[in-house]
């Protein structure tokens, strides 16, 4: 069997600086390429030496359309790309036709497969594949199933751990004085992806229900709100879209991810969880979290992945700005794309512990108020990462199946802004000592508010323990539709339950910092409870509180109240107090009574934010024993939708219209509106601007496009405007074939 000599250096290769270490300069773009001889002669070649009298390449047919068997067969008919996408460890077919029939006792050939500039064998870039007997499963081999006139047919398997990417075809022909090629010809290139279908693939996946929807679906849900009040919207994932495979490719090359790591899914989420965030690379979004959006699309504007990957791919500039959802949202994209099975996970009331000691301090002052100076830690309102789905030989049995993988920049790792990937299992299990990044995620979703008051002197005094309210709930869409999977449960035991206190045990022995309540004097209040509800309201309308005290006791208490309603950003930051409120309760034993404090519109429109979320702190101290109660709530208000019709029927290959309204429901009118529409494998992204609606008042936006598939799709609009943002619409529609 005969190699391509892997030193095929020009003289500009060699002036390349390369260190000590390595004999060739690090590989890691796979668009670079190397030349590749026609001719490799073994010698000197006698002078009546004619290659046209030997077996000579005249075509290569690919069968790359997505009706054709290979597409249809490796599920990567929906790819809106041209070239031959096949998944690893699953045989595909070509067909080559010579300049003369074939004649395997005298004729040899093989094919060669390459990426990047510096193709190696050891390295996996480099690909000879023989032409022999039987397949074997999951390693590289190719055999002869047709032959007729010039032409053969020929079935090739490509290894199970393959490295993915784009590669290179050549066809090599034998001769007895050298190696006669094809050109370099890039209607061949071949890209191969990850394979959930295969047995013998690290994100083997065995349901195919799930490997529709966390594979080939192109539309997902976010859910947002709070745990109280749960919202969702459509998100479009468009890995199918032109130009995306390209795009995450290039992901893979900005973050300087040697060629040679490209078939293994744990490196991949790895280095793909920094560069999704622009911190400290230069990555694909740079976020914020300030309200203030110039020179950028407000992330709540965003209503897919697909424009901010190409505008990454075209620019090379990090895209502004995006929040956690939009995080969430792209690195999902780039997960199913390259064919690892993957999905978008909320958890309500995640911790963003600061020092990671499973305890979120909040400072009381002397009157029982919260000290935003002292308070460093907060509880976001939810917060959105990433599952993908692998074995992880790296770790004992039983931690492979679900990892968390997070792309929000939140707290450095190995010194990068990176997340992950992180056994589900292993953070359920409390075995938060197995890599990357189990103890922050254990945290997110284990950690305990204390409430602590400082004393004049210093010392800290523990007034309440909230132990319940971290990671209530963890959810993701379903399969095969559009509502909510609860998966607390693959996250943690029971509340209360003997698994949940061993598993807190097991965390804490492998490092995770928890200080115990012994070093601090704590006696809550126990024969007090204190419960505070919202009424449920609509963005623009007053709406009222209730604080409510059961006395289960025989005294009578009286309990002086403090009442703060704080504008927050999701992530739980306030931005501003804009109510303030105290009041004297008398607490009549064995019996319960309420409080009513009536917020109104015009208090919070000023000042409201994007997500339009509240959070309420009260705390109420009882005169006759000094313990402090505390409660805190985040509130959620209903933001009006987007109502989205078509008009006509529709059908693929005609065009039709889709009408897009909005009623402005705010006592004000809204400035700088800008409205997105967009439909995955059927209408790309279109914007349009509007300057502004004056209250009550309605917008129309008529858009013609014609669909090209038939099939179930969906719509997304997001609005967006100074006054108003996070307003989204979406439709189910179903093309009909022609």
């Keep these: 069997m005969h190699r391509m000599s892997e030193t095929m250096s020009t003289n500009e290769e060699n002036k390349l600086p390369l260190n000590g270490r390595r004999a060739i300069p690090p590989n890691y773009s796979n668009d670079e390429e190397n030349e590749v001889p026609e001719m490799e002669a073994f010698g000197l070649i006698p002078r009546g030496f004619n290659p046209r009298d030997y077996l000579r390449v005249a075509d290569i047919y690919m069968f790359k359309e997505p009706q054709e068997i290979n ?84 079935s090739i398997m490509s290894s199970a751990t393959c490295i993915i990417g784009k590669f290179r075809l050549y066809v090599a022909v034998l001769t007895p004085y050298g190696i006669l090629r094809t050109r370099r010809n890039s209607a061949t290139d071949t890209y191969i992806l990850f394979n959930p279908w295969c047995q013998l693939d690290a994100v083997y996946l065995d349901d195919e229900k799930e490997r529709e929807e966390y594979v080939l679906n192109d539309v997902g849900i976010v859910f947002h709100g709070n745990v109280e009040d749960v919202k969702s919207r459509s998100w479009s994932y468009g890995q199918f879209e032109e130009n995306v495979l390209d795009a995450c490719l290039f992901l893979m090359d900005k973050a300087e991810l040697e060629l040679s790591g490209r078939g293994n899914p744990i490196k991949i989420c790895r280095v793909a969880s920094a560069v999704i965030n622009s911190r400290d690379d230069d990555g694909v979004i740079a976020g914020s979290w300030n309200n203030s959006y110039d020179y950028g699309v407000a992330p709540s504007a965003w209503t897919g992945s697909v424009d901010i990957l190409l505008e990454y791919y075209s620019s090379k500039q990090p895209v502004r700005y995006g929040q956690c959802w939009v995080f969430a949202g792209v690195f999902n994209t780039f997960l199913r794309c390259l064919g690892i099975p993957a999905r978008l996970i909320t958890n309500y009331s995640s911790a963003h512990d600061n020092n990671a000691n499973l305890r979120m301090d909040f400072f009381l002052d002397d009157e029982g108020k919260v000290d935003t100076r002292l308070t460093k830690d907060s509880v976001w309102n939810y917060h959105c990462w990433n599952e993908a789905w692998m074995t992880r030989p790296d770790l004992p049995v039983g931690f492979g199946g679900w990892q968390v993988v997070d792309g929000t920049p939140q707290e450095t790792s190995d010194g990068m802004y990176r997340c992950g990937p992180a056994s589900v299992q292993a953070i359920k299990h409390g075995h938060v000592c197995f890599q990357f990044d189990a103890p922050f995620v254990y945290a997110e979703v ?52 003997d698994e949940e206190r061993l598993a807190l045990e097991t965390a804490v022995m492998y490092g995770v910092k928890k200080q115990s309540i012994q070093d601090t004097t704590y006696q809550p209040q126990t024969d007090v409870d204190m419960d505070f509800q919202a009424q449920k309201a609509v963005l623009g309308n007053d709406f009222k509180v209730t604080i409510t005290f059961r006395n289960k006791s025989r005294n009578s208490y009286t309990a002086t109240t403090y009442f703060s309603g704080n504008i927050v950003f999701y992530t739980g930051v306030p931005k501003s107090e804009f109510k303030k409120h105290s009041f004297s309760a008398k607490l009549e034993p064995s019996s319960s009574s309420s409080f009513d404090i009536v917020i ?81 494998g059927m209408l790309r992204t279109i914007k349009k601007q509007f300057g502004r609606i004056p209250m009550n008042s309605t917008l129309t936006w008529e858009v013609k496009f014609t669909p090209m598939r038939a099939g179930l799709r969906k719509l997304i609009a997001s609005l967006n405007s100074d006054a108003l943002r996070h307003v989204y619409g979406e439709l189910n529609v179903q093309i009909q074939k022609p």
């Excluded at 193709?119 to 190719?142: E, S």
């Excluded at 204390?450 to 379903?478: A, P």
């Excluded at 009006?640 to 909005?662: H, N, Y």
């Design 71 to 154: 597409k249809k067969e490796h599920h990567t008919d929906k790819y809106y790309n041209p070239k031959l996408i096949v998944r690893r460890g699953q045989a595909f077919q070509i067909q080559i036709d010579f300049n003369r029939p074939y004649q395997p006792q005298s004729d040899q050939f093989w094919l060669e497969f390459l990426m990047g500039r510096y193709p190696q064998q050891n390295k996996g870039t480099y690909i000879p594949v023989p032409v022999g007997g039987a397949l074997k499963p999951g390693q590289w081999g190719a055999k002869i199933i047709h032959r007729e006139n010039n032409s053969v047919r020929l």
């Design 446 to 497: 284990n950690s305990d508010i204390f409430y602590t008051r400082m004393e004049k002197n210093g010392t800290q005094v523990v007034e309440n323990i909230d132990t319940t309210r971290i990671g209530q709930l963890i959810v993701t869409k379903e399969v095969g539709g559009d509502g909510m999977m609860d998966i607390t449960e693959e996250y943690k035991f029971r509340e209360g339950s």
């Design 600 to 680: 109104k519109s015009s208090e919070y429109m000023r000042d409201l934010l994007e997500q339009a979320s509240f959070h309420f702190f009260v705390t109420a101290r009882i005169n006759e024993t000094g313990k402090i109660l505390a409660v805190q709530k985040a509130v959620m208000l209903d933001i009006p939708t987007l109502r989205i019709k078509t008009k006509g029927e529709l059908v693929a290959g005609k065009e039709t219209s889709v009408i897009v309204e909005f009623t402005n429901p705010l006592k004000q009118t809204l400035e700088n509106v800008t409205l997105r529409l967009e439909g995955p």
